[in-house]
């Protein structure tokens, strides 16, 4: 395939090749729309990506891996890494990225949404948030593992145009466009808040969180949460989120947390898009998080010491 066709043929670009990023690369392919990945570490422009689905069926799939002189023709820009590499990562693109592209943040936690706004020159921007769970097997081998829910919706900017907003929502199954946004992303982030740092602190599954000695804290943490939100005009209700918490705990119960592993694996967490990012605001606010502050000076001791 020579340049030009690649660049034709690439409307939809994956930021980020690890296990979210093939996930949505297999979904996408599957539902008959052939993205691009654009990913740090790519050997060859082409590469086979192995992908189990719930099912234990495998398939492969041949993909094109593109850099940024490439994005000519990209309508949709989806950005899969962590939220501590969204600035990294994308600030450098987009000169070379066109400027009715719209760009899709689909990450854990909030923060980048803020910090690469003022960068977009008008563009379009979606923010969403994806359960769905994905097991990298080898570097181009992943295994669907949890069929979770995904929300997507309009943040600023030009709206995502109708054809990729089908596009997207057909093919990642569970999925849903949600207006607005924002109170699901701090739904999901209180979700984040109670379970994670939790789960790494204690080095315990998910499921551990039931016992009634984390109560008070979940308590303490999902209280601060609402706080907050409702600062910053998200308007969320404490018992429920607190019921959410406890169902997420659960359905999960046997999972180690994305914290968990990260910690276990000597890997940088994405505690500063998640309790850091509640602390940011609590500050703008003037709000008090003891809660989630003893949380933060845990979990970051616990990250150094790796
Ligand atoms: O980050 C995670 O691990 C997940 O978002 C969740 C929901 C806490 C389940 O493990």
Redesign the pocket.
């Known amino acids: 395939m020579t340049t030009s066709d690649m660049t034709h043929a690439s409307k939809i670009v994956i930021l980020g090749a690890g296990a979210i990023g093939q996930l949505i690369f297999h979904q996408l392919s599957a539902y008959g729309v052939m993205p691009a990945l654009l990913g740090r570490d790519a050997s060859a422009d082409s590469q086979t990506l192995e992908f189990t689905n719930l099912e234990g069926k495998t398939v492969t799939r041949q993909a094109q891996f593109i850099d940024k002189s490439m994005l000519a023709s990209c309508e949709l820009l989806i950005v899969c890494v962590k939220a501590y590499q969204v600035e990294a990562a994308l600030l450098p693109l987009l000169d070379a990225l066109p400027t009715d592209a719209h760009i899709l943040l689909l990450h854990?936690g909030l923060g980048p949404h803020l910090s690469v706004a003022p960068h977009l020159a008008g563009r379009g921007l979606s923010l969403g948030t994806t359960?769905q769970?994905a097991l990298k097997l080898g570097r181009w081998q992943i295994r669907q593992t949890g069929a979770?829910l995904t929300q997507v919706g309009h943040a600023q900017g030009p709206r995502l145009a109708d054809n990729l907003r089908q596009a997207l929502l057909g093919a990642i199954h569970n999925s849903e466009w949600c207006e607005p946004i924002l109170p699901m992303l701090w739904q999901?982030l209180a979700?984040?808040i109670a379970?994670?740092p939790l789960?790494a602190i204690n080095d315990c599954r998910?499921g551990e969180l039931a016992g009634a000695e984390f109560e008070p804290t979940i308590f303490a943490l999902v209280q601060e949460v609402v706080t907050v939100a409702n600062a910053d005009g998200i308007t969320l209700d404490q018992a429920q989120l607190t019921e959410r918490v406890y169902q997420?705990i659960q359905l999960?119960a046997s999972?180690?947390?994305?914290?968990?592993?990260d910690i276990h694996h000597g890997r940088q967490t994405?505690i500063e898009a998640i309790t850091g990012y509640l602390l940011s605001r609590a500050a703008k606010y003037s709000i008090a998080t003891p809660a989630n502050k003893a949380i933060y000076r845990q979990l970051k001791s616990l990250e150094r010491g790796n």
Do not use: F, L
Not at 255 to 261: A, E, F, G, R, V
């Open positions: 854990n359960s769970g979770g999901k979700i984040n379970i994670n789960t998910n997420v999960t999972n180690y947390s994305s914290m968990h592993q994405e």
